[in-house]
């Protein structure tokens, strides 16, 4: 059974940074691509960043020169390096793993930034 389990989210003050990990558990064929959203209270799910096999990344532009996504194939995680956190970034964020045929979600982990 494949699990995510997110963790690394918290309180802090504009400008400050956050390192969220994803550990993956569980046999995942023909995985394509790794990712992270977000949701914000009262607003759609965002797509913040992803990772693809070959090492490709992308990034929602409001994000993008601050966040960084990164993945540790020995310790089958993926993470996503928060700098210059802004209120705004303020959301649950989930972490995702795509195949051909399935996405899987983490319960995701809580980010607050304050002002």
């Known amino acids: 059974q494949v699990q995510l389990v997110e963790s690394g989210g918290g309180l802090v003050q504009a400008g400050e940074s956050l390192r969220l990990s994803c550990a993956v558990s569980g046999r995942i064929f023909a995985f394509k691509t790794m990712g992270w959203y977000r949701q914000a209270p009262g607003k759609q799910c965002e797509l913040v960043a992803t990772?693809?096999?070959?090492?490709?990344?992308d990034y929602a532009d409001s994000v993008k020169g601050r966040f960084t996504i990164d993945r540790d194939n020995a310790k089958n995680t993926v993470y996503l390096q928060m700098n210059s956190l802004k209120p705004e970034d303020t959301a649950v964020y989930y972490c995702?793993?795509?195949?051909?045929?399935?996405?899987?979600w983490g319960q995701g982990t809580q980010v607050t930034v304050s002002s």
């Open positions: 990772l693809t096999t070959s090492g490709s990344t």
């Open positions: 995702t793993i795509a195949t051909i045929a399935y996405t899987y």
